[in-house]
């Protein structure tokens, strides 16, 4: 049983700088996509990133694209969340997820393992 734990979050002023970071325990995530997903009070939870199991792709959502960086590191068995220029509306619960194979339609595909989320919250 793969299990995913998220830190880095909480408060920043708009303009800072974060980053988030997904561990995983249980089984290796070599071969494994891994996305972040937020989750803003009283909205739908939305995508963020996903990166494939070898680095070779990585998809942003439009609204967080040049604002954010999605990297991993195989060997912690760990993903990260790069936060740059953060927003009042980047408000909200992170969540990491994580599937066999790569991040094709990552939007559309139902992840197999969630970790519980981490907070962050952009405010002056």
């Known amino acids: 049983q793969t299990q995913l734990v998220e830190s880095g979050g909480g408060l920043v002023q708009p303009g800072g700088s974060l980053r988030l970071s997904c561990a995983a325990s249980?089984?290796?995530?070599?071969?494994?996509?891994i996305a972040w997903f937020r989750q803003a009070p009283g909205k739908e939870r939305e995508g963020v990133s996903c990166?494939?199991?070898?680095?070779?792709?990585?998809n942003y959502a439009d609204s967080v694209r040049g604002r954010v960086t999605i990297s991993r590191d195989n060997a912690k068995n760990t993903a990260y969340l790069q936060w740059n220029s953060l927003k009042v509306e980047d408000t909200g619960v992170y969540y990491c997820?994580?599937?066999?194979?790569?991040?094709?339609?990552?939007?559309?595909?139902?992840?197999?393992?969630w970790g519980q989320g981490t907070q962050v919250v952009v405010s002056s």
């Open positions: 997820a994580t599937r066999f194979g790569g991040c094709r339609n990552w939007l559309g595909v139902e992840w197999t393992y």
């Open positions: 249980g089984s290796s995530l070599d071969y494994n996509a």
């Open positions: 990166i494939s199991p070898g680095e070779t792709q990585k």
